[in-house]
């Protein structure tokens, strides 16, 4: 073996989220993956810290009791388009039992912690199942609250209000850590992450990926498609890593646009405890996981590092040499670097 690599086992790559102790901060991000054990079993075996898992939907538990099942109808009945407003229940890949049963099924087959993953907008009888996969398995559970105001006359601290409601009811209702995965569209993002620690929440996950609806100019229809991320996604999510972990003693995961070991080391010196990925995966496979983990302890060790945490939130609000970079400062700077 050589130096360089006798070197880098010795880096502590060592993280704690959710209130895990975790040997390094490389997860799968939430995604269709974990409806494979195979494929559970072979992100584990490439050195995943833990298994996300995909989102359990308010929508899906609601019809599966009967509760949404008129007000689709409805929608149906009055438009004709709206029948592709919602999937339908065969379309989901897991339903409400059949995610729980996964959640065991993975609790048996690995080693790593299991996150479960609920996604909603209000707080009402779905929550329930909140406690139904703590009692299933889950280790710790991140909220997504994935919501659209189109309403005019709903204001923003109605919307706000929403995800802390969310966020008290799980608490109280469970004792497992809970993660709220996060918009960056609030106005006041510092302020809502803190309200956010005041109800409870244990981490905050940065950020969720919006798949914006596209149209079709020929066919007059919207179109969804899936396109996977780049390392360009993860300039927004530097800066918010970098700002509230210098404000905030919530432990921060970053989601979305962390595609090579540099990107993986920009995200820690912002401040991220944790780094869940998805479509880096997706296009090279489970065994990047190990890719990833073995160029971050290079570059540390590359860097002067002994510990990943000794390198944690060196380049954030508070540490940064230039802290007007996260500010208007940049701001500025961008508008005059052009040069034809």
């Known amino acids: 073996m050589s130096t360089s690599a006798t070197a880098s086992t010795s880096i502590d790559l060592s993280t704690r989220y959710l209130g895990l102790a975790l040997p390094h901060p490389f997860m799968p991000g939430a995604s269709p993956m974990v409806d494979d054990l195979d494929t559970v079993r072979r992100l584990e075996d490439a050195g995943a810290a833990a298994i996300v898992m995909h989102s359990l939907f308010e929508e899906q538990i609601e019809l599966e009791q009967g509760r949404t099942r ?32 996964q959640i065991r099924r993975i609790k048996e087959a690995v080693k790593v912690p299991v996150i479960a993953s609920l996604n909603g907008t209000t707080a009402t009888g779905w929550l329930e199942y909140a406690k139904l996969m703590a009692q299933a398995g889950a280790d710790a559970l991140e909220l997504n609250v994935y919501y659209v105001a189109t309403d005019p006359t709903e204001q923003g601290a109605d919307v706000e209000r929403r995800t802390f409601d969310i966020v008290r009811a799980v608490k109280q209702a469970i004792r497992i850590p809970v993660a709220v995965k996060l918009s960056p569209f609030f106005s006041s993002l510092s302020h809502f992450a803190a309200a956010l ?135 500025m700077r961008i508008l005059q670097s052009w040069r034809p």
């Open 197 to 331: 620690e005041a109800s409870g929440a244990d981490a905050l996950v940065m950020f969720n990926r919006f798949y914006q609806p596209d149209i079709d100019i020929e066919r007059l229809e919207v179109r969804n498609e899936l396109h996977l991320s780049d390392s360009s996604e993860l300039l927004l999510r530097l800066r918010w890593l970098a700002i509230l972990s210098a404000q905030s003693k919530l432990e921060l995961a970053v989601s979305g646009g962390v595609h090579t070991p540099e990107d993986a080391v920009k995200a820690v010196m912002a401040g991220a405890h944790a780094v869940q990925v998805v479509s880096a995966l997706l296009k090279n496979g489970p065994q990047h996981l190990a890719a990833l983990r073995t160029g971050l302890a290079r570059i540390l060790e590359q860097r002067g590092y002994n510990s990943l945490a000794e390198m944690r939130g060196c380049m954030n609000l508070a540490r940064s040499p230039d802290p007007a970079a996260f500010e208007r400062g940049n701001y």
């Open 70 to 101: 008129y007000d689709i109808e409805s929608h149906v009945n009055a438009f004709s388009e709206a029948s592709s407003f919602f999937p339908g229940p065969a379309e989901f890949r897991l339903g409400p039992q059949a995610y729980l049963d």
